[in-house]
Every structure is written in structure tokens, then in C-alpha cells.
């Protein structure tokens, strides 16, 4: 009826206004061929187009502009985008083929149409415009385009206005779309690569180093008969005096290289020196000036006790980078020396998968919450890795191309290689994060150091801050949208976090300055901002932010260096934002995640999770199980996220692809080593139907039950130790399964009294750090309220064999006496430790845990524990296991232990009262109820 009003009021306003002339030929086109996809003049009713926003359509008829007297109306429009749309599905256009559309209509004579009116055609969900013209009333209008499908980026050819012509109807009178070009054939896009050659596995044998260069310059490479790992053979190449962690022997690989291809990389590796250390086998793509990307294929932790230990994995070299591809064998232990053999790299074979196009998109899904990131490095910027990076994100961190470390050749600056990967980044149009301006890692000693290693002064390290900062800032300036300014200033978990200054990393910025050297680089950042009027936002970045001790101190000093500011600047914050990086694994407590950004946005900050990734499974592969709790713990993350939407700013994935993730071994991200997405990429783009998916079974923590009595603390065993059932210590939290033990636990209305008998094969205390010695350690939580982070009455109790203790927090060293006797390479510990809130009434429970570490070669190898398999207790008492505080225990409950020197076993009875209390907590499972659709 509405239309019918319409069409006489149209044809009435045509006949008086327009009379005969105003009849305008149709657009004239080719007569339809083969290449004619969609061909519409409005003849039939039949609806194809889809109306956007709040415009209304209608199909009208007896138009006297058009040779039919067919349009469509587009009326009602108050937005620009309140538009008809073609669905690319719906007219059968196909990814990456590209078409030609032309668009013809008309304006109304009595429409008001503003200066600078246009007509637009755009592609969505991208919202590129495509072409725009002006328009007017009481004219034709002929708009044409060309245009590629990216099915990953856009759905939709839309007929829309500009923001001034928002307001104007007009009528679309024909469409025309023709394919103009199929996809360019893979082999024409590439440029021309010889094929590859086979790299023969590289043996040493002929005392030739067949490539291998020192990485970084220094490193002594040569074929030694020292060692040898060939089958018959008798060489090797030995690896000495390393200097950096990155340095070792590296060897040039892309002749044999087919790009796209997959190849499995192998080395034997042998240590020299130090005792362990932990050794990876990468791949570097691209050259230092190409602002490269080192993959780590594998990465192991060997002691020099070993004999050789393969390194190994794949890598799909979808990209060569600027042809420069090497191999490469590293450790963190910057002076480590090893020997290698048996090199090799071998295609796979496997078929490279095609790229899913049709995914939804993360950053469409979020859009209207906070931007997504992902870290990359320039090979990021080409093929189906440019793809999936645009697909799902609007915004880059360089991975590595802008750290300090980059930003110089030989002390001057240089950022050419940074230029490089920034101007790639806004091509694509994706907007940068400037990571990082002052770090204690991958950043030049000689900013803060001399060339012996001594920390400069204050106020000479204070002018390389200033010139590093200043340059670097006013260099990019607004190309990038914000900076992390200071970068892991914080130590972890520490014991006295109000004291933020206390609590500081004893970086070689902090050594030299002070630790104003914080504020001091925010206000040398702010300046150079405010002084060019730009708006880049500037943030502190850390790790481990789920830690509820180091978000406190991070808290504190982000309040402190604001309050300060504003006080001098009418309340203006310094420093705009904080970084979560976010490298998790699936034991990470989402709780604690909450708890961290919640505090942190109560200082009026914005929150960016910068560098998200969840480790789960090993050696590169992953259970589906482990594919299914990583996921769990994504999806946990994203409505954490999703609800604190208003205080975030960005969540930055890092790296597209396990296989290119800095944490490769562990498959922490979305989308596995073909690039297909996984069950966790699901879980962030629906969390909540993700997770409706999924029953968690929390299994139950284990129980048990310390006796009453007062032992004495002498590392002998008194006889009231055997009232004591045993507390079996043998769960392993890694696969190494090392010294074991049992423990027993008395009680008393002052103390708890734990009794610890480790059996070990070798004793080390050599490491610097105190969880990394052989040591017994104990966890409390005497609220028993199964908190996930520590409280007063809370406490972590270490003693090693040597009878060292330490603590955490610091202050419940207080009264706490240990003992511990050595016997071979097994060991005694006794401990007295004070209850500090509570006085334990009988049969009540506290939160309880006891593990051992077992060192070899100074570190850590194996830990096995009572009740935790996460490792979360040193900041999570909800892991622990339950003990009952019991007056009496049940003969059957009881074993025989040996007591005092003279080794005889005394069989202790006791009265029955067994009480039994099981509670929630430990260990999670995750079940599936249903198959995802
Ligand atoms: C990592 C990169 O991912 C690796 O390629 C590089 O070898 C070491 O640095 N916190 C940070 C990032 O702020 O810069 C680190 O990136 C990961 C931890």
C-alpha cells in the first residue's frame, strides 16, 4: 500500500517536474556475456539485495528515469552505511577472483543533498571503499569498480553515501558484475625460486665445517675428534666461547628450501660446560636488516652426564624471508659449550593445507571491545600468513624488530629494518604497538655498562636513557598508537610487594640509575609525545601478572609514578597503561587473571594483554586433551576479558602459529603448524558456547592427617614421629621422575612439625637460585579457604639438605627451626614451623603440600609433590591438599618407621577416631559432553 502511495507520488512528481526528456537511456553495457556474473535492471521483484543498517528498500516500477521503469529505492537513510548490500555468496562470486561492478542510479530533483554528497561502494566487513562519486539532485549517477573477494576479510559489496550524503535517498537503477580475473596461479605471485637442493645430513667426517658460521662472530667453531655421535664416524663440531645466549653455529639453509614446503630439522647435541643448560635448534627467516623471525624448533634441557640428545621438529617455511633462511643452535646459557653432529633437514612431504577463508573473524568479533594483535616479524607480511594475520587482527607488535637491541649497528642508530617493518604494518593497514623502549633483555650492555661489565654512572647511563628514548620515540613518532616504555622491571613473586621499590629486577638500568630510572623514562617519553601533540599511549609491560605478589608491586608503582605526575599536571596520568603480557600455561588460575585486572584497572589505567599465549603438551604435539584444556582456559580468559571489556585496550596474541611461536615446543596458540585453527580459536571467538560445551571434574585434593605431639627438631626421629601416618610424595610434576620421599606431620597448639625422608641419588646445591638446590619444601594455607593467591597465615617453607631455609613470604621465617641430617645421598629434613593465625583446635584442617626438589648439575630436574600436579603453590594455595589436625590415628592408618640412630622399628598403635573430610580442588579434568558443531 506504502509502496503504491509511493510510486503515484513518484510518477506525479515525474510527469509535473520532469516532463518527457528526463527519461534517460540505461547505463549501457556490454551485452552479457560469459563473464557476466549478475546482471539486475529490477524486472523481477525477486529480492537479492539486503538492506543495512536502517535504510528501507523497495522495488519500484514506473520510474521515468529508467528505460523499465524499474529501480530500487534506498530511503529512510540516516547513516552513512544505511545501504543495499550484495551478498558475495548469494551472487556466487568466488575467493580471490576478481570482479568489476558497476553501479548506475539516480537523485531525486527534490532532494536536499548536501555539499559533498557521494555515493560510495564499499566492501564489508573491511569497510574499504572500493570507488565514490559525487552526486546531486536530479542526476544520474555511474560508479565502477574493480575488486578482489577476500572471503576472510569481506562478505558484502555495499551501496552506500558518505557521512554528508547520510541523509540522502537515491535510487539504484542497474548492476552490473563481471569477472574480470581468476586467482593468479600460485606459481606467477611467487617470484622464481630454483628448485631445492637436498641438503646431505652433515656429519663432520670430512673435517669440513660445510657452512656452519659463528652467529655471532666470536663463537670458535671447529671439527674436533673429541667426540662423536656418527654411527662409524669419529668427528664432531665443537662449540666454544660463546658470549651471548643467541650466539652458536649457524648454517645458511635456503638453497634448500622449497617455500611452502614442510622440512624436519635434526641436530645431536653433547654439553661440555656448564652442567646443564638448556640448548635449542632454530630457524632464523630473514636477515638481521630484514627484521627477521627466529623460530625455535626445539628446546631441551641437557646435563653433561647426558650423552647426545637429538634436537628436533618441523617447520613449514611458508616464507624465505629476503632469501636468508639458516639453522641455528643456541642456549641460554650464554657461555655454554657443546659439541653438534649429524645435522640434517629433510622435506616432509607433507601437503601444505589450504588456509580456512571462512572463519570468523576475531577482530570482527570483538571490534566492538578491544583491538586484536598479534607479534610478527616483516615474512609475516606476504601469503596465506598475511592472510590469516589480517583476517583476524588490526593491529601488530614487531616481535623483535623494535627492541633496543635493533635500533643500533655498532652504537649509532639504525632503523632501517624497524622503517621496514612498520611501513608493512600500515600498508596493510593494521595499526603498530612500539615494543619496547627499555628493557633488561635484547637490549646493548653498553647503554648502562662498560665494556667491563661495570654499571656506568647514574648520570651517564641517565643520558643514554634519555638519547635512546628521545631518538627512538620522535623517530616513529605517531606511526605507532603507543609504546611499552619499561618492559619486566618487576621481580617475580615478590615477598614484600608494597615495597615496590624493594621489589624491583636488579637490571643493569636499575644498578645504574636507581630505580627512578622508571619515572624517568616515562617523563622522557611523555615529553617528546606532548611536545608534538601526538596521541600515543604509553605503557608498563610485564609477565607473570596473574602473580597476586607482583601485580601488588606493579600497583604499587604505577600509582606512586602517576600520583606523582599528577599532582604536577592537573591530574594527567604519566603512564597511560598497563601491559598483562600473558604468556600462560593451562594451570594458570583465571581467577588470578581477573584479580590482576581488576587492580590494575582501578588506577584509572587502560589494561593491554600484549602478549597472550597458553602453553599445553610437549615436544610440539598435543593430547586432545591438552588441545581441549588450553582452550578451557582461552575461553575462561575471553569472558574475563569480554567482561572487563571498558578498561581494555587490546589483546595481542604472540605469533599467528605454534609453529612460529617463541614457546613452539609447548603449542601455545590458536592456530597449529599448518596454520588450521584449533579448538582454542573456537573457544575465543564463543567462549560461553565453548565452555557449554564442557563439563569440568575437578578431582578431588588429597587428605590427610597429622598426629598430635611435640617432637624435637634435631634431625633424628623421635618415636612420636611414627603416630604419624605417611604422606606418600610421589606425584611428579614433569616427566622426569626423580628423588621421592615420604613425610610425616605432627601438631601441636604452637607448631606444625613435618618430617621429611627424601631418597636421592646424588645431592647438589650449586644453582644460585634456592628452588633449584635438592630441597624439601612445605605449603601451608592455615585458613584452609582454598584461595588462589597467598593471604596472611599462608606460607611457602624451603629447606635444603644442607639445612638452608627460605621463605616466602619473607616474614614467616620467624620461630621456624629446621634440622636435617644426610645420610649417603639420601637425606633427613625436620621443620618446626609456628601456626600464625590460628590456634588449631582438634580435628579441624588446614591447606597442606610438600614436595621435593631434586637437582642435578645446578638446576632443577624433577619435582615431586603430595597433592599439586599444576606447580601453582608457590602463588595458589587453592591447589593444595587437605590436612586433618587429629587427635588420634587408626593403627591401620599407621606404618612402621625407624626411629632415632639405632635403626629399630618401633610399631606404633594408637587409638581409632578416623576422621574424613574430602574436599574439592586439585586436580582438573575436562570432559567433553558434546561435539562441537
Ligand atoms: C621473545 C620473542 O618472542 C623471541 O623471538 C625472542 O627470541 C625473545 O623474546 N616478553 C617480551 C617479549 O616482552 O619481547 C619476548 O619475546 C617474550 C617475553
Known amino acids: 500500500m506504502r509502496k503504491l502511495t509511493r510510486l503515484v507520488v513518484l510518477m506525479l512528481v515525474a510527469v509535473l517536474i520532469f516532463p518527457s526528456k528526463l527519461v534517460t537511456p540505461l547505463l549501457v553495457v556490454d551485452a552479457e556475456s560469459e563473464t557476466t556474473i549478475f546482471h539486475e535492471t529490477f524486472d523481477s521483484e525477486e529480492m537479492v539485495f539486503l538492506q543495512s543498517g536502517g535504510a528501507s528498500l523497495s522495488y519500484l516500477s514506473g520510474l521515468d528515469f529508467t528505460e523499465n521503469g524499474h529501480g530500487l529505492y534506498v530511503d529512510r537513510r540516516m547513516n552513512d552505511y544505511d545501504a543495499a548490500d550484495l551478498a558475495f555468496a548469494q551472487l556466487g562470486l568466488e575467493d580471490r577472483h576478481t570482479y568489476s561492478v558497476t553501479v548506475a542510479g539516480y537523485v531525486d530533483v527534490d532532494e536536499d543533498v548536501p555539499a559533498g554528497a557521494e555515493i560510495v561502494l564499499s566492501l564489508v566487513d573491511s569497510y574499504t571503499w572500493i570507488n565514490n562519486l559525487e552526486i546531486n539532485a536530479g542526476e544520474q549517477f555511474e560508479l565502477t569498480a574493480e575488486f578482489t573477494v577476500d572471503l576472510l576479510m569481506d562478505e558484502k559489496i555495499r551501496i552506500q553515501s558518505n557521512e554528508n550524503g547520510k541523509n540522502v535517498s537515491f535510487y539504484v537503477t542497474e548492476v552490473v558484475i563481471e569477472e574480470v580475473g581468476a586467482p593468479a596461479a600460485e606459481a606467477s605471485v611467487e617470484e622464481e625460486r630454483k628448485p631445492a637442493k637436498q641438503l646431505e645430513t652433515i656429519t663432520f667426517e670430512d673435517g669440513e665445517l660445510h657452512g656452519f658460521e659463528a652467529r655471532g662472530g666470536n663463537e670458535l667453531l671447529t671439527v674436533t675428534d673429541e667426540a662423536n655421535y656418527t654411527p662409524g664416524g669419529s668427528s664432531a663440531l665443537k662449540v666454544e666461547s660463546r658470549q651471548q645466549d643467541w650466539n652458536g653455529p649457524s648454517l645458511r639453509i635456503e638453497q634448500f628450501i622449497d617455500k611452502g614446503s614442510e622440512y624436519h630439522l635434526s641436530v645431536w647435541v653433547k654439553l661440555i660446560d656448564p652442567g646443564s643448560a638448556e640448548i635449542t635448534l632454530s630457524s632464523q627467516i630473514g636477515s638481521g636488516d630484514f627484521g627477521a623471525s627466529y623460530n625455535n624448533i626445539q628446546t631441551k634441557t641437557v646435563s653433561v652426564d647426558d650423552n647426545w640428545i637429538k634436537l628436533e621438529g618441523t617447520y613449514r617455511y611458508s616464507s624465505v624471508g629476503d632469501e636468508y633462511v639458516t639453522l641455528y643452535i643456541e642456549s641460554s646459557s650464554p657461555n655454554a659449550s657443546f659439541y653438534i653432529d649429524d645435522v640434517s633437514l629433510i622435506k616432509t612431504n607433507t601437503d601444505l593445507l589450504e588456509i580456512q577463508r571462512n572463519l570468523t573473524s576475531i577482530s570482527e568479533v570483538y571490534k566492538d571491545y578491544f583491538m586484536i594483535g598479534n607479534a610478527v616479524s616483516t615474512s609475516d607480511f606476504a601469503g596465506d600468513r598475511l592472510t590469516l594475520l589480517k583476517g583476524h587482527h588490526n593491529l601488530v607488535t614487531a616481535e623483535n624488530a623494535m627492541k633496543p637491541d635493533s635500533a643500533y649497528n655498532n652504537r649509532h642508530f639504525d632503523f632501517n629494518a624497524e622503517d621496514m617493518f612498520v611501513q608493512m604494518a600500515l600498508d596493510e593497514g593494521l595499526a603498530v604497538h612500539g615494543h619496547v623502549l627499555v628493557w633488561h633483555q635484547q637490549s646493548p650492555e653498553w647503554l648502562w655498562a662498560d665494556d667491563a661489565g661495570e654499571s656506568l654512572a647514574r648520570e651517564d647511563a641517565l643520558v643514554n636513557l634519555r638519547t635512546h628514548i628521545e631518538t627512538t620515540v620522535a623517530h616513529f613518532g605517531d606511526s605507532v598508537i603507543s609504546w611499552d616504555v619499561v618492559n619486566e622491571a618487576m621481580n617475580d613473586n615478590p615477598p614484600n610487594p608494597e615495597d615496590w621499590q624493594g621489589s624491583l629486577r636488579q637490571s643493569g638500568w636499575l644498578q645504574a640509575i636507581g630505580p627512578d630510572y622508571i619515572e624517568e623514562s616515562f617523563r622522557i617519553a611523555k615529553d617528546v609525545i606532548d611536545q608534538n601533540g ?328 624433577s619435582v615431586a609433590i603430595w597433592n599439586d600436579l599444576s606447580g601453582m603453590g608457590f602463588q595458589d594455595p587453592s591447589v593444595f591438599g587437605n590436612l586433618t589436625l587429629a587427635t588420634s590415628v587408626d593403627q591401620s592408618e599407621l606404618t612402621p618407621i625407624e626411629t632415632g640412630s639405632s635403626g629399630s622399628t618401633t610399631l606404633i598403635v594408637s587409638l581409632i577416631i578416623a576422621a574424613i573430610v574430602i574436599t574439592a580442588g586439585g586436580l582438573t579434568l575436562y570432559h567433553k559432553k558434546r561435539r562441537n558443531q
Not at 605478589?549 to 591530574?571: F, H, L, R, S, W
Not at 567482561?643 to 603449542?667: A, C, K, M, V
Not at 584461595?787 to 621456624?816: H, K, L, M, W
Request: glycine share 8%; aromatic share 10%; no cysteine.
Open 534 to 861: 601526538w596521541d600515543i599511549k604509553l605503557y608498563y609491560n610485564d609477565y607473570n601478572d596473574d602473580n597476586q605478589q607482583k601485580a601488588e608491586a606493579i600497583y604499587q608503582m604505577v600509582k606512586e609514578i602517576n600520583e606523582n605526575y599528577a599532582a604536577e599536571n592537573d591530574g594527567e596520568l604519566l603512564i597511560d597503561g598497563i601491559g598483562m603480557q600473558g604468556h600462560y600455561n593451562i594451570n594458570t588460575n583465571p581467577e588470578n587473571v581477573r584479580l590482576s585486572l581488576e587492580k590494575f584497572a582501578s588506577l584509572g589505567v587502560e589494561v593491554g594483554v600484549t602478549e597472550l599465549d597458553v602453553t599445553s603438551g610437549s615436544d610440539g604435539e598435543q593430547t586432545e586433551e591438552e588441545l581441549n584444556q588450553q582452550a578451557y582456559l582461552y575461553a575462561r580468559l575471553f569472558q574475563i576479558y569480554r567482561d572487563n571489556h571498558e578498561h581494555i585496550s587490546r589483546i595481542t596474541f604472540w605469533g599467528l602459529d605454534d609453529g612460529s611461536s617463541w614457546r613452539s615446543d609447548q603449542s601455545p596458540l590458536l592456530f597449529d603448524r599448518n596454520m588450521q585453527a584449533k579448538p582454542a580459536y573456537y573457544a575465543v571467538i564463543n567462549p560461553d558456547e565453548f565452555l557449554a560445551d564442557f563439563e569440568v571434574i575437578e578431582a578431588d585434593a588429597r587428605l590427610g592427617k597429622a598426629a598430635y605431639g611435640t617432637p624435637e627438631i634435631d634431625g633424628k626421629i623421635d618415636d612420636i614421629w611414627g603416630e604419624a601416618p605417611v604422606l606418600p610424595i610421589d606425584r611428579y610434576q614433569g616427566a622426569w621422575h626423580g628423588a621421592s620421599g615420604e613425610a610425616r606431620v605432627l601438631w601441636d597448639e604452637e607448631n606444625l612439625y613435618v618430617l621429611v625422608e627424601v631418597n636421592d641419588s646424588e645431592l647438589d646445591k650449586t644453582a644460585e637460585d634456592d628452588d633449584q638446590h635438592d630441597s624439601v619444601e612445605v605449603f601451608i594455607e592455615e585458613s584452609k579457604q582454598k584461595s588462589t593467591f597467598y593471604q596472611d597465615g599462608d606460607g611457602q617453607y624451603r629447606v635444603n639438605f644442607d639445612n638452608e631455609a627460605s621463605f616466602s613470604p619473607e616474614g614467616i621465617s620467624e620461630g621456624f627451626e629446621s634440622a636435617t641430617t644426610i645420610d649417603g645421598t639420601n637425606y633427613l629434613v625436620e621443620m618446626k614451623i609456628p601456626f600464625t593465625t590460628i590456634t588449631p583446635e582438634a580435628n579441624s584442617e588446614i591447606g597442606f603440600d610438600i614436595q621435593i626438589n631434586d637437582a642435578v648439575n645446578g638446576s632443577r630436574e
